[in-house]
């Protein structure tokens, strides 16, 4: 039986033109508004018509301008003044009555300072690097040590040995060797060399302590002209400042030698001090928030896909606890993105610490882009493995015999019979796993927060949602976003496009 061509247009209508309004309405609508939006200089919170505005400025900015009496009218129905401040206030407006006072204020030329038209000026500064230093990757040169501080009480032994030592000179290397002895897993500072220690040892003196033959302010500027010499190297100056301590009182013979014995190591000190600042420094790379985003999709989405094909491949097999070991691997999925954070801080915090003596996990720097990775491939990994293990399950059995008695080994199977059966499966979790990755943001929030920028843990979702409430930047952030929703669009695309094709090979 054929239907008719009317039948066939009422279906459509009936089925197909609310799926499309809803779709408009819900998609469509808000994402050009929202492209419109990354035109402006909008910070998030100043409204497009205003909410109050002086009368006479209202009046020549606004009312004097308009044409058509009806729009007159209806501004005028909108805005009502108040003889008690002498402004004009809006009415609250919602739906059709916002979009026409917005439509008559643009037709008046009337743009607010925190909402105004900035054409392609975001997405160029996207482009340029005009934005936040640490959006795209960048090299610099660590710090790890303040010459105008005192001595660090313990280095890492990797460092001191790898770093410090090797860009000293021979005298400076000798006497960081004689000032730190090795302890374990890091140098510690002689207690003989500590600065407060030395300098105690002239406070305590029986001529500045017990009487008041010295000021304090004498011993001050002693110490602060003893440190400056040492920093600088000017032996001379610390001479100068030693030699008028000692003429400006009367001190015994033994207290005259502690004085210009601690002198003369506190000069030493800030010697070595400004050698050991000079040499205790490291070239870093920060992947920015560009780079941690393509670095945590990366490495995300190969670790999860792998780790899931192994677990289904594993439980596909005929033993007696899959199924109980099928619901472990997934309850991660299960979790929250929040709960799974705090779980793993109270992990990176108080358990590793306690296992492996290292204090530092999630603070370093170096280790934190991999706790995120590790952290999402841990409750990734279940909800892709029940995907594979349903395209596992789907593989005809005969197939397999048929490759056993051809003579295919156990490694043959798999990378000729099984993965291109399974590319179907195999093209799901990627683009899941990918689009999953790029949108990242609960987790690495939960994890690190603001600190993340420090940790170069700021996925591109993350850095958008700190420029749109914390830098009241929405007009950029919503050019970020639109930038990421096309990036989103061309990498899935690409990539069901490829795989597309594979499973057609295969």
């Known amino acids: 039986m054929v239907e008719s061509r009317s039948r066939r247009q009422l279906y459509f209508l009936a089925f197909v033109l609310p799926a499309l309004a809803l ?40 009312l004097d301008r308009i044409g058509r009496p009806a729009d007159k009218a209806f ?26 006072v917005e439509s008559i204020l643009a037709s008046v030329g009337y743009e607010p300072e925190g909402f105004r038209s900035v054409g392609l000026r975001n997405y160029r500064d996207i482009f340029a690097g ?7 990757p960048r090299v610099y040169t660590k710090t790890n040590y303040n010459e105008n501080s005192g001595l660090p009480k313990e280095i890492d032994k990797s460092q001191f040995e790898r770093i410090v030592l090797p860009r000293l000179g021979a005298a400076a290397r000798a006497r960081a060797l004689s000032y730190y002895r090795l302890d374990a897993r890091s140098y510690e500072l002689d207690p003989a ?16 302590a017990n ?39 009367r001190f015994s013979e033994q207290s005259a030698l502690a004085v210009r014995a601690a002198a003369e190591k506190i000069f030493a000190l800030g010697s070595f001090k400004r050698e050991l600042a000079a040499a205790w420094v490291q070239r870093k790379v920060d992947l920015g928030v560009v780079g941690f985003t393509i670095f945590f999709t990366v490495f995300s989405v190969i670790f999860a896909n792998l780790l899931a094909f192994f677990i289904a491949l594993a439980l596909d097999a005929k033993i007696r606890s899959r199924n109980v ?51 999402a491939v841990w409750q990734m990994a279940g909800y892709y493995m029940v995907i594979y293990l349903a395209g596992l399950q789907n593989i005809p059995t005969d197939v397999l015999e048929a490759a056993t008695i051809d003579g295919a080994g156990g490694r043959q199977r798999l990378v000729r019979v099984v993965l291109p059966l399974l590319a179907p499966a195999i093209t799901v979790c990627l683009f899941l796993s990918t689009a999953n ?28 949602f700190f420029d749109a409430f914390a830098k009241k930047m929405a007009g950029l952030a919503t050019a970020k976003a639109s930038l990421l929703f096309l990036v989103i669009l061309a990498v899935t695309g690409v990539q069901l496009l490829v795989m597309k094709r594979r499973e057609v090979q295969a």
């Not at 060399?193 to 500045?208: N, Q, T, V």
């Not at 302010?217 to 400042?241: E, F, M, N, R």
């Not at 600190?451 to 979702?461: C, D, K, N």
């Open 23 to 62: 779709y408009a309405l819900f998609f469509i609508y808000p994402f050009g508004r929202g492209f419109a939006i990354s035109f402006t200089n909008w910070d998030g919170l100043t409204p497009k018509s205003p909410i109050s505005m002086p009368a006479a400025e209202f009046e020549s900015r606004i």
């Open 75 to 100: 501004i005028l129905g909108v805005y009502s003044i108040d003889p008690s401040d002498g402004a004009y206030h809006r009415l609250a407006i919602r739906g059709l009555a916002r979009f026409r």
């Open 130 to 136: 005009k934005v936040d230093a640490r959006f795209y």
């Open 193 to 208: 060399y500590d600065e407060f220690r030395l300098e105690d040892g002239i406070w305590s003196l029986p001529e500045i």
């Open 211 to 249: 009487g008041n033959l010295v000021p304090s302010a004498s011993v001050d500027a002693l110490i602060a002209a003893v440190k400056t010499a040492g920093l600088s190297g000017d032996q001379a100056a610390a001479d100068a400042a030693l030699t008028a301590f000692l003429g400006a009182a």
């Open 325 to 375: 070991l099928r619901s472990v691997f997934f309850l991660p999925n299960v979790l929250s993105m929040i709960v799974v954070a705090l779980i793993w801080s109270i992990v990176f915090a108080q358990l590793l610490p306690r296992l492996t003596g290292i204090d530092l996990w999630m603070g370093d720097p170096d280790k934190a882009p991999w706790l995120v990775v590790l952290v």
């Open 437 to 464: 990755a790029l949108k990242c943001f609960d987790l690495t929030y939960a994890l690190t927060g603001p600190s993340g920028y420090a940790l170069g843990t700021i996925p591109f979702v993350m850095d958008i």
